[in-house]
């Protein structure tokens, strides 16, 4: 299999100790990946945490000899990352992580992108213009528009019909269009990157109790009920509107594949409750595979030794499986 591209995410984070982490954890059983990131630093970082990480720069992208070092395809940062204290200054170095490891499995040679977290607010500083990874990866792909997120674990996945706005702007802007779009390609992932012949998607309620037929709300029968028609016309096996403060127990699970939310908190913190060790972001609708932690930047514990891997290499691992689908 093709290794995989990881990106430094932002070097003020957790994301350097992750990738040596997640190294020493997968060094004998793959999946092999290559960070983009810059290798004085993670060398650096290796020695204050007391983490036997050997770095290996290497010139092309190349995880020859993965068990005996972690190969590093230097992305140079301009000024010294002080943990927890985000600097506008290394922007470009983020950003060009993640634009070069698009372009590397765009053209075929990395089998996915694993991004490390980044900071939105840092780099919009620096004039970076999208809400976030899931948008700025559409847009590198060629495929705004197209981009969903999911938040997979071994116990639930979910997907958000709206993500990167606020709860205002979230409901204002909810349309059974953009609920047909989201359930479609989340169908369709399903059965191509995850292997399911016939998935089942549960669709949430926006209102309490899923609007109480019409005491609570009529977002259900308006909106809702017009898209879980449609759906079904296409010959999905879609369910709802479910009461969102009860699809997510342990009997309820049982009866879907992913869990299809109106809106980003309905969906991620379930998932997060349930799994956040093992939680991964997936981005959707991309002509590449890409996955992530489900987590930030973790800015208070940065530098400290102490960020939890797990994450990270439930998004490698994941990674992993799904570029080997899609081959």
């Known amino acids: 299999m093709k290794p995989l591209a990881l990106t430094m995410g932002d070097p003020a984070g957790i994301g350097g100790e992750l990738t040596l982490r997640a190294w020493l954890a997968l060094r004998q059983t793959g999946p092999t990946f290559v960070a983009l990131d810059d290798p004085d630093r993670l060398r650096a970082l290796a020695t204050r945490l007391g983490l036997d990480v050997p770095v290996r720069v290497v010139d092309a992208f190349d995880a020859t000899g993965f068990a005996d070092a972690l190969p590093v395809l230097a992305v140079p940062l301009a000024a010294p990352p002080v943990p927890g204290k985000p600097d506008p200054a290394n922007a470009t170095a983020i950003v060009g992580a993640i634009e070069r490891a698009t372009r590397l499995a765009l053209d075929g040679l990395a089998g996915a ?3 490390n977290p980044i900071n939105k607010a840092a780099l919009y500083q620096a ?34 019909v709206t993500v990167h706005a606020s709860l205002r702007d979230s409901i204002a802007m909810l349309s059974t269009e953009m609920i047909v779009a989201a359930a479609r390609t989340t169908a369709a992932a399903l059965r191509r990157d995850f292997g399911l012949a016939a998935p089942r998607l549960a669709v ?32 999905l096996d879609v369910s709802g509107p479910w009461p969102p403060d009860t699809m997510f127990t342990r009997t309820a699970r049982t009866r879907y594949d992913v869990a299809i ?12 409750t349930l799994d956040m060790d093992n939680g991964v972001n997936v981005t959707l609708g991309l002509p590449i595979v890409r996955t ?34 899609r081959r």
């Open 204 to 235: 949430a309620g926006l209102n309490p109790h899923a609007g109480e037929q019409g005491a609570l709300g009529t977002d259900e029968q308006t909106l809702i009920a017009p898209a879980l028609d449609r759906l079904r016309a296409d010959g």
């Open 127 to 160: 004039g970076f213009s999208y809400p976030g990874h899931t948008e700025f990866l559409a847009a590198l792909t060629g495929a705004t528009g197209q981009q969903i997120m999911m938040l997979a674990s071994p116990l639930l996945r979910v997907v958000p």
């Open 261 to 272: 939310c109106m809106y980003h908190d309905q969906a991620l913190i379930p998932l997060k």
């Open 292 to 325: 992530s932690p489900d987590h930030g930047t973790a800015y208070d514990i940065a530098g400290r030794g102490i960020a939890d891997p797990c994450s990270l290499i439930a998004a490698l691992r994941l990674a992993g499986e799904l570029a080997a689908r």
């Open 113 to 115: 992108v694993v991004t």
